[in-house]
């Protein structure tokens, strides 16, 4: 498996900022530093992030939250406001949101530690359909 697609699976980051993190450096195999994109990882190798080692989850968790409006759908906000994870904080395992709905927006919204299923469920190339409800005030005009 690639070294960024299994940082993923680890809940590290997404796979892209996972890349980011292996050129940079910060990602080490067996005790070498690897700065290469496309470095393959195989059962048994010690993987460390930032000098922490990290392994696949065995045992994947499912929630389902109903995000109110004003929650930032992200794990952490350089503005300070509150997230998804904020809300979750009893939560014990290190999990991610699949997706995003926007700060003024409220529903369902899943949150896991199964990094394949949100790539199942979140890229284009998947192409699995999603529904929105919107509510609004007054008429809505062909201009609007």
């Known amino acids: 498996m690639r070294l ?3 940082l993923a699976a680890c809940g590290v980051a997404s796979r892209r900022k996972c890349e980011v993190y292996i050129t940079e450096g910060l990602v080490s195999v067996n005790g070498e530093v690897i ?7 195989e ?3 010690k993987v460390r992030f930032n000098g922490e080692l990290v392994s696949l989850e065995k045992n994947y968790v499912y929630y389902m939250l109903n995000k ?5 759908t992200t794990v952490q906000d350089e503005q300070g406001r509150v997230t998804v994870l904020d809300i979750m904080e009893d939560v014990e395992e290190r999990i991610f949101p699949v997706g995003r709905l926007d700060l003024n927006t409220s529903g369902l919204l899943i949150l896991t530690n199964d990094g394949e299923l949100t ?4 890229h284009p190339k998947h192409d699995v359909n999603k529904t929105y409800e919107a509510k609004v005030r007054g008429k809505v005009t062909e201009e609007v």
Do not use: A, F, S
């Open 68 to 72: 109110p409006t004003g929650c930032v």
């Open 119 to 122: 790539y199942g469920l979140t």
């Open 4 to 6: 960024q697609k299994y």
């Open 35 to 41: 700065t290469t994109l496309g470095t393959t990882v």
């Open 43 to 45: 059962e048994g190798d």
